[in-house]
C-alpha cells in the first residue's frame, strides 16, 4: 500500500520540482543564447528568488505560474531541437535563435511579474472623475 501524502508534503514535492523545472528552463534559455550570441545570464538575484517567492504568494499566482512555466518549457523544446539540427549542420543559428530568445525572455519576463504587487486605488476612477 503506497503512503498517503499530505497536503503539505504536496506542495513541498510540487515547489522542489517547480524549482528543479526552472533551472532547467534557465538552462534551455542559456543554450538558446549562446546560439544567438548573447551574453550568459547567471541564475542570480531575482531570477535565483522567483520560484521561493512565486510559491510564498501562493494561490492563483502558484497555479498559474506552474501552467506557464509548461507553457515556456513546451514552447522551448522544440526550438531547441531545432537549433540543434541547424548547427549540427554547420549552419549559423543567430537568426532563429535570437527570435526564440525573444520569445523566451518575454514570456519568462511575463511569469516573473507574477511576483510583482499591484498597487490598490485608495479611490475607484470614474468617468465622473476623469471628465471632472
Known amino acids: ?6 497536503s503539505g508534503q504536496k506542495t513541498a514535492v510540487t515547489s522542489v520540482s517547480f524549482a528543479k523545472r526552472w533551472r532547467e528552463v534557465h538552462r534551455a534559455g542559456q543554450e538558446i543564447a549562446a546560439m544567438a550570441a548573447l551574453s550568459k545570464e547567471s541564475l542570480t538575484g531575482e531570477l535565483e ?3 521561493e517567492e512565486i510559491e510564498a504568494i501562493g494561490g492563483a499566482r502558484w497555479t498559474l505560474a506552474q501552467e506557464t512555466l509548461s507553457d515556456i518549457d513546451a514552447m522551448l523544446r522544440p526550438g531547441l531541437s531545432a537549433l540543434r539540427a541547424i548547427a549540427a549542420r ?3 543559428t ?3 535563435a535570437l527570435a526564440l530568445w525573444r520569445e523566451f525572455h518575454a514570456s519568462r519576463s511575463a511569469l516573473m511579474a507574477l511576483t ?9 476612477v470614474t468617468a465622473e472623475r476623469i471628465t471632472a
Open 94 to 96: 543567430t537568426a532563429p
Open 49 to 51: 528568488r522567483f520560484p
Open 116 to 124: 510583482v504587487s499591484q498597487p490598490v486605488a485608495e479611490v475607484p
Open 90 to 92: 554547420g549552419q549559423d
Open 1 to 6: 500500500m503506497e503512503p498517503q501524502i499530505t
